[in-house]
Each structure stands twice: as structure tokens, then as C-alpha cells.
């Protein structure tokens, strides 16, 4: 991805290839400025790379909005509607007549910890609750692909592993494919199947690791000797850039 500052180019990604299998948990990490956004935004169709393509199933997909889930770090809750109605929008918005996409939100409110909050409005909710809310609107969208952009990046520490814990459980439920975008070396490992990890100036992927660790997962898997290993890989990597292998695993 090139951008043009006044007439002068600017190379913000440099040639990525990022493979993402069906049904796993992918995520990356890099110091800010390193166009993990900008990933994104070329994967959600918001931004037509300057070169190169998105392919979604075998198809073609570059520039095509809609066709994967995106969830920033704001939850973006509408504060007019109801926390059942803001579950629902994405149904609504694809076409999906609102009493149907109520009765199809309801269950999964009551089945993931918003139960008995479907009638309040987001300003009676917590923190953690709206990011529950916001990501629960993501999946309902329907789409096999779901990007999340930092979405516990701005909860404290306890309600942050608390959110963890929930997304993995609705990883498991869902079975999406997940492209996740954190600053937080120890959230990427307790998520992930791979880690690819970036660098900046140009941005670009200087690493990619194999997470096998054994899911289901619980937060005591993060004092194992293993999950340390990785950690410890990864803030190496990221502390040390310029000494950054080409490519290997962190099995390796």
C-alpha cells in the first residue's frame, strides 16, 4: 500500500502474503505504524491496495465491502437503540426483518452474559458488557471472516481476561476464521493458532509462529513453560527488529 503526500510516495505496507486457513484464530502484532490497519482495511474492501489482491474462498475479493465481519476497538453501540436492537443491526442491515433478527439475537444475549440487559440502552452497560454486545453484532453479520481490531485494548486488566476467556469460548461455539489485530504479546498467545509479527518503515510481516499450544484453553496455560517460550519469542522479536529472521516458528 503506497500513499501519495503531496505528490511525494509513501510505502505504509510493504508486498504482504498472508494465508489465513478456514476456522483459525490468526493474529498480529507490531509497534504502531506497522499497517496492521492497514491489512484490515484492505481485507474489509474499505481500501484497494496499491498492488496485489484479497482472495475469500478461491474468489476474488479486493475492494468488495461486506463480505467479511470488522470490529474496531470502540464498540460503536448506537446509544438510541436498545442493547437487543444494536445485537441485531448487522441482521437488519443485510436485509434481515428486525423481528426475526430479535429472535435470533435473544438467545445468544441470555447464552453469553448479557442476559436480562436486552431492554437497557448502552449507557447503562459496563465496559466488558458493551464490548460483548458490539462483538456478539459482528458474528450475527454472518460472515466466515471476522476481523477485530484491539476490541479489549482500552478495558482494565481483570475485565480483560475475563473477555479473553469469552472469546474463546465463542471461537469455539462459531467456528469463524479470525484475523485479530493486539499490542499485547500474552493475549496473542493465549488466542492464537498463528502469530504473524510485524515491523514498521515500510510496515511489513518479519516472522510468523505456530501457537501449539491445546485448546480448549484456560488461563492457567500461561504460566507453562511453553507459553513462556513464546511470549518470550515474540517481545525478543519485536525488541529486536533489525536482527529479525526472515521466516521461522517458534517450534523451531
Known amino acids: 500500500m503506497v500513499f501519495n503526500t503531496d505528490g511525494v510516495p509513501f510505502t505504509a505496507l510493504a ?5 489465513v486457513p478456514a476456522g483459525k484464530f490468526v493474529s498480529l502484532i507490531g509497534p504502531s505504524g506497522c499497517g496492521k490497519s492497514t491489512i484490515f482495511n484492505v481485507i474489509a474492501g474499505l481500501q484497494p491496495p496499491s498492488t496485489g489482491r484479497v482472495v ?20 460503536l453501540l448506537l446509544p438510541w437503540r436498545t442493547v437487543l436492537d444494536n445485537v441485531a443491526l448487522g441482521m437488519e442491515i443485510r436485509g434481515v426483518p428486525l423481528k426475526e433478527a430479535r429472535d435470533r439475537a435473544l438467545p445468544l444475549l441470555h447464552r453469553y452474559g448479557l442476559g436480562g440487559f436486552e431492554n437497557r440502552y448502552p449507557k447503562a452497560l459496563s465496559g466488558g458488557m458493551r464490548q460483548r454486545a458490539a462483538l456478539l453484532r459482528t458474528l450475527l453479520i454472518d460472515t466466515d471472516v471476522v476481523l477485530l481490531d484491539e476490541p479489549f485494548g482500552a478495558l482494565d486488566a481483570q475485565t480483560k481476561a475475563q473477555m479473553q476467556e469469552w472469546l474463546l469460548q465463542l471461537f469455539q461455539d462459531f467456528g469463524r476464521t479470525v484475523i485479530f489485530v493486539t499490542h499485547d504479546v500474552e493475549e496473542a498467545v493465549f488466542l ?3 502469530i504473524y509479527v510485524m515491523a514498521s518503515r515500510p510496515g511489513r510481516i ?13 488461563r492457567s496455560v500461561i504460566s507453562s513453560p511453553r507459553f513462556v517460550a513464546m511470549k518470550k519469542y515474540c517481545l525478543d522479536l519485536l525488541h529486536n527488529v533489525g536482527e529479525a529472521p526472515a521466516s521461522r516458528t517458534a517450534a523451531a
Open 15 to 19: 508486498p504482504v502474503d498472508l494465508d
Open 56 to 75: 475469500l474462498d478461491g474468489e476474488e475479493a479486493t475492494g468488495t465491502i461486506g463480505q467479511v465481519g470488522y470490529m474496531l476497538q470502540k464498540d
Open 192 to 194: 492464537s493458532d498463528e
Open 206 to 218: 518479519i516472522d510468523q509462529m505456530t501457537i501449539d499450544l491445546p485448546r480448549p484453553r484456560d
